[in-house]
């Protein structure tokens, strides 16, 4: 698996643009980086899903990002991830993506055939007994029972995610794009056993995979912050870290591997110890984040007064009429406390800087309101149906707005988790 020739480098960032006005923004983001001596690869993803809720093809996000290199003279790699898509979803980004996220979370749990278990069982062998992890004290055992019960849960999901990468590689052709295997939308946590005996799988199934997302222990949740063990989490982190250099150097799997952890963005509280593992492997990461984009539009058409904070009002207040049903495909992956929620007429009375400060995702101010914050943050639909008249004032306010952003991806996200310093 050497005759890659689009590699994602060590250090990337996912942004997520749900309108797309904001890549020029983002993209100032990792131009900053660069400034302060690191590189970091952007890829703007955008799922099947977003499309779908706000009406655009995925030959728009290409185009943003295409425009937004050109115009501030971005000389290193960038992609185009087609996030979450699966073998039904994937041909309307077969030409506008070279990243692909193949989810196969959905078939994780359908029992693989009883053969294929007993094949990759005697195929493993050599995974039975403890395993030295490098750079770890206590690594793991794998027992027969490991490598068996792995299998059945996930070789179904494995096998599928080889079906969509060929299906992929068929009309792109092998090396021209970067594959990313998914498995992070379920309901519970893979250890590191697991993804050990899963990278053997996919190994095994000829997927060159460049990152890969479990999912981690804790709650993600949209827009938030992380909610779980942090000490748990970090004692993972390193073990998944250090069992895919084991993979790497066992199974032939490409070199630059790493995870990708599709935070849900805003995840302050796990980011310091993402980069000391980094620090302490010499491995990469993969950051995904998403909605945090479109949360500081809304900061920033409420910090510009007039009928920006007007927009940003109504979309609120429509959002706090349609929660349920806003709320409803994503009620895995939110909190919300109902009793937080300010009413409408409460907000219909802010200041610009009030509605900022509750938006904010600034953990000091006692005004950050995390519930409003994440209704909000699946609330876009809500401003998809303003149509032209949210995209004419985001035009309208575009510094402010872009000021925003490039602060929020810069000091709150790339900071912390690639310079290691709290912003
Ligand atoms: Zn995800």
Same mark, same amino acid.
């Given at each position: 698996?050497?005759?890659?020739?689009?590699?994602?480098?060590?250090?990337?960032?996912?942004?997520?643009?749900?309108?797309?006005?904001?890549?020029?923004?983002?993209?100032?983001?990792?131009?900053?980086? &660069?400034?302060?001596?690191?590189?970091?690869?952007?890829?703007?993803?955008?799922?099947?899903?977003?499309?779908?809720?706000?009406?655009?093809?995925?030959?728009?996000?290409?185009?943003?990002?295409?425009?937004?290199?050109?115009?501030?003279?971005?000389?290193?790699?960038?992609?185009?991830?087609?996030?979450?898509?699966?073998?039904?979803?994937?041909?309307?980004?077969?030409?506008?993506?070279? *990243?692909?996220?193949?989810?196969?979370?959905?078939?994780?749990?359908?029992?693989?055939?009883?053969?294929?278990?007993?094949?990759?069982?005697?195929?493993?062998?050599?995974?039975?007994?403890?395993?030295?992890?490098?750079?770890?004290?206590?690594?793991?055992?794998?027992?027969?029972?490991?490598?068996?019960?792995?299998?059945?849960?996930?070789?179904?999901?494995?096998?599928?995610?080889?079906?969509?990468?060929?299906?992929?590689?068929?009309?792109?052709?092998?090396?021209?794009?970067?594959?990313?295997?998914?498995?992070?939308?379920?309901?519970?946590?893979?250890?590191?056993?697991?993804?050990?005996?899963?990278?053997?799988?996919?190994?095994?199934?000829?997927?060159?995979?460049?990152?890969?997302?479990?999912?981690?222990?804790?709650?993600?949740?949209?827009?938030?912050?992380?909610?779980?063990?942090?000490?748990?989490?970090?004692?993972? *982190?390193?073990?998944?870290?250090?069992?895919?250099?084991?993979?790497?150097?066992? *199974?032939?799997?490409?070199?630059?591997?790493?995870?990708?952890?599709?935070?849900?963005?805003?995840?302050?509280?796990?980011?310091?110890?993402?980069?000391?593992?980094?620090?302490?492997?010499?491995?990469?990461?993969?950051?995904?984040?998403?909605?945090?984009?479109?949360?500081?539009? &809304?900061?920033?058409?409420?910090?510009?007064?007039?009928?920006?904070?007007?927009?940003?009002?109504?979309?609120?207040?429509?959002?706090?009429?349609?929660?349920?049903?806003?709320?409803?495909?994503?009620?895995?992956?939110?909190?919300?406390?109902?009793?937080?929620?300010?009413?409408?007429?409460?907000?219909?009375?802010?200041?610009?800087?009030?509605?900022?400060?509750?938006?904010?995702?600034?953990?000091?101010?006692?005004?950050?309101?995390?519930?409003?914050?994440? &209704? &909000?943050?699946?609330?876009?639909?809500?401003?998809?149906?303003?149509?032209?008249?949210?995209?004419?004032?985001?035009?309208?306010?575009?510094?402010?707005?872009?000021?925003?952003?490039?602060?929020?991806?810069?000091?709150?996200?790339?900071?912390?988790? *690639?310079?290691?310093?709290?912003?």
């Amino acid at each position: 698996m050497t005759d890659r020739s689009l590699v994602l480098g060590r250090y990337s960032i996912g942004t997520g643009d749900r309108f797309a006005h904001q890549a020029k923004a983002q993209l100032r983001a990792c131009m900053l980086a &660069l400034q302060a001596g690191i590189e970091i690869q952007p890829a703007w993803n955008k799922s099947n899903r977003e499309h779908t809720i706000i009406g655009s093809e995925p030959g728009s996000v290409r185009q943003a990002a295409d425009a937004a290199v050109r115009q501030l003279g971005w000389k290193h790699p960038y992609f185009v991830d087609a996030d979450h898509i699966g073998a039904r979803t994937v041909d309307r980004f077969l030409e506008a993506c070279d *990243f692909y996220t193949i989810d196969v979370a959905d078939f994780i749990g359908q029992e693989a055939e009883l053969a294929e278990i007993d094949a990759f069982a005697s195929a493993h062998k050599s995974l039975l007994g403890p395993i030295r992890l490098e750079g770890v004290e206590d690594s793991f055992t794998i027992t027969e029972n490991d490598l068996r019960l792995t299998a059945t849960k996930f070789l179904t999901a494995v096998k599928t995610a080889g079906v969509v990468y060929r299906q992929i590689e068929a009309a792109k052709g092998k090396g021209n794009f970067v594959a990313e295997v998914s498995m992070d939308e379920t309901d519970r946590a893979q250890s590191p056993v697991e993804l050990l005996i899963i990278l053997a799988a996919i190994a095994g199934e000829g997927i060159p995979i460049q990152t890969i997302a479990p999912k981690f222990s804790g709650q993600f949740n949209k827009g938030v912050d992380y909610v779980g063990d942090l000490e748990q989490f970090e004692r993972e *982190f390193v073990l998944d870290v250090a069992a895919i250099a084991y993979a790497v150097s066992h *199974f032939g799997l490409p070199g630059n591997l790493k995870l990708s952890v599709h935070s849900g963005s805003d995840k302050f509280s796990i980011y310091p110890a993402i980069h000391s593992t980094m620090k302490r492997f010499n491995a990469g990461v993969h950051l995904k984040t998403a909605g945090t984009t479109w949360l500081e539009e &809304l900061v920033g058409l409420a910090e510009s007064g007039g009928d920006g904070l007007e927009i940003a009002k109504e979309i609120y207040c429509d959002a706090f009429a349609d929660r349920d049903e806003l709320c409803a495909p994503y009620a895995t992956v939110i909190d919300i406390d109902a009793r937080e929620l300010p009413s409408p007429n409460v907000v219909r009375g802010w200041s610009g800087e009030e509605y900022a400060a509750a938006m904010r995702h600034n953990p000091v101010e006692p005004r950050y309101n995390k519930s409003l914050r994440q &209704l &909000l943050h699946v609330g876009f639909k809500v401003a998809a149906k303003k149509g032209s008249r949210y995209l004419a004032l985001i035009e309208e306010n575009e510094d402010i707005i872009a000021r925003n952003v490039t602060e929020n991806l810069y000091k709150r996200h790339i900071v912390p988790v *690639f310079l290691g310093a709290r912003a």
